[in-house]
């Protein structure tokens, strides 16, 4: 395994990993080895977690960006991509630090040397956006932590930046506190790009750091911000310290917002003009049975939706918005690439909208889960994937009830998206005939990457309801030998039409990683 590895790597990835092994001669080879070779030995430094390497590179970086997704993708010396790894925690603490240590003493230096001395910054931008946000361990370092570090990092900068102001100050004044002709102060500074997830646990931290923003050494600039379980007042007031510039998505779940809620938050995203995605899963908004003000709250959330220029995707999840979708999309004024209305309660007249609408020739992902799409919602959903064919790359119809009659009835339309690169259908009571009918009827899908199939109902106990519920299915008892047998069929029948290379599978850890920028 480790000469497999070894092979699929450069010479020159193979000798930066001997350099990084030896700390020692690394660190004094530092000062003549050419700039070039910094991207490599940073990757060696990384894969192999070298920590006082990766230190020493960082603090004597010589390149204006340090950017992980370019570092850590997959390039000529080296096929690992670790940017779609779990990020080591290690080895992003220590990145943290050494951009810190490389800012003390940079301040340092601006405080004690003349002008003519002063060493000129090269670091300026700190890239961290990218890195996974996978499951959670001892090595690892998750969405959330490194929200929680970075703040704190921001905070202890800002610490040491003010002691200098405050000796360069006092440099400033001669004997009677006359002024002294001193070198102008030139400020020290690395943007550091990020994704910042935020919640009740780490809102303070956050908002110190976002609130000291402006002005800091080291500063946040945010391109996708998450927050969960936080009050109006609390998202609103870490939207208003977050800069404009460059934030594309942002994702406001659980909060329990509501449309009253909404009301006040979402006039906050206008000032965001590059907002390009907008998550508002599980806010509590139900249309059902509107009053009179909530009417109007609903039609202010369709005002403010139509005020977000660059808006191409939308997850309005676990909301109620029975017969209202028309009312919600209807003002936007450039369409939609990606819509999630998962258990959305939608009726037949929803899906004859969207299917009329600006927005169906231009979606790539949309997300009908928990939908019933097995009774009235058939044909207009029909209608809808037949509109959407032509760019479609990524479609989700789980827990939405369709049994093997309803897939048959959506086998053209389905086989007409010829692009599609992901079907979920997970949580539906297909049988292993079914699925080997979809099977055989999608292989013809050239672009098809992935799919997440159910269990068939013929592999589940006597005991199972029919018609099941999804509760039912994912709490059911499966014949593992049943199942087995199925699955080794679908996959034989994979090799036999030449696609080896699509991954049928029930496991929906291979789906949370899907997402619209990389689509």
Avoid at 115 to 140: A, V
Avoid at 238 to 254: I, K, M, S
Avoid at 299 to 320: D, I, V
Wanted: aromatic share 8%; charged share 20%.
């Amino acid at each position: 395994m480790r000469l497999w590895l070894a092979a699929m790597n450069s010479l020159v990835f193979l000798c930066a990993q001997k350099v990084v092994s030896d700390h020692d001669t690394l660190h004094s080879a530092l000062g003549f080895l050419p700039k070039e070779l910094y991207p490599v030995l940073f990757k060696a430094a990384f894969l192999d977690k070298r920590i006082l390497a990766l230190q020493d590179l960082v603090q004597t970086w010589p390149f204006p960006v340090l950017s992980f997704q370019k570092l850590l993708r997959k390039c000529q010396h080296c096929e690992r991509a670790l940017i779609r790894e779990k990020p080591n925690k290690s080895c992003i603490q220590t990145v943290i630090l050494g951009v810190v240590t490389y800012l003390i003493k940079m301040l340092e230096d601006r405080h004690r040397s003349s002008r003519n001395k002063r060493k000129k910054q090269k670091l300026q931008i700190l890239d961290m956006t990218g890195l996974q946000d996978e499951g959670q361990g001892p090595e690892s370092m998750s969405l959330w932590s490194r929200t929680v570090t970075l703040a704190k990092a921001c905070l202890d900068v800002s610490k040491q930046q003010s002691k200098y102001m405050r000796r360069q100050s006092k440099r400033r004044k001669g004997p009677y506190h006359s002024s002294l002709v001193l070198p102008p102060y030139k400020p020290v500074m690395v943007d550091v790009w990020v994704d910042l997830f935020v919640n009740s646990t780490s809102y303070v931290v956050l908002k110190d750091a976002l609130q000291i923003n402006s002005n800091n050494a080291l500063r946040l600039r945010c391109r996708d911000f998450r927050a969960e379980e936080l009050s109006i007042a609390s998202t609103v007031g870490l939207l208003e310290f977050l800069e404009p510039a460059g934030v594309r998505q942002v994702d406001l779940r659980f909060n329990n917002l509501g449309l009253s809620g909404l009301r006040v938050v979402l006039p906050h995203l206008a000032k965001f003009t590059t907002l390009a995605s907008l998550k508002l899963p599980y806010s509590n908004i139900d249309v059902r049975r509107l009053t009179v003000g909530m009417e109007g709250s609903l039609q202010y959330f369709a005002t403010q939706l139509s005020r977000l220029p660059s808006l191409k995707e939308l997850n309005l999840g676990s909301s109620r918005l029975s017969g209202k979708l028309r009312q919600l999309l209807g003002d936007l004024q450039n369409p939609l690439e990606s819509l999630e209305l998962a258990f959305c309660y939608l009726l037949p007249n929803d899906l004859a909208y969207l299917s009329q609408s600006l927005h169906t020739p231009a979606l790539k992902k949309l997300d009908l889960s928990g939908n019933n799409l097995s009774d009235c919602l058939l044909q207009p959903f029909q209608g809808l994937i037949t509109a959407a064919s032509s760019t479609l790359l990524h479609l989700d119809i789980m827990e939405c009830r369709l049994m093997d009659t309803h897939l048959s009835t959506l086998l053209p339309a389905l086989c007409s998206c010829v692009q599609l690169r992901y079907l979920g259908i997970f949580g539906n009571p297909i049988s292993a005939k079914g699925l080997k009918n979809l099977l055989h009827r999608t292989v013809g899908l050239l672009d098809l990457q992935l799919v997440i199939y159910p269990y068939p109902v013929d592999c589940y106990g006597e005991d199972l309801p029919w018609p099941p519920t999804s509760s039912n299915l994912l709490n059911g008892s499966v014949d593992e030998e049943k199942f087995s047998r199925v699955s080794n069929e679908l996959q034989q029948m994979l090799l036999s039409a030449n696609r080896a290379d699509v991954t049928w599978t029930t496991n929906l850890c291979r789906h949370n990683s899907l997402d619209y920028f990389s689509l």
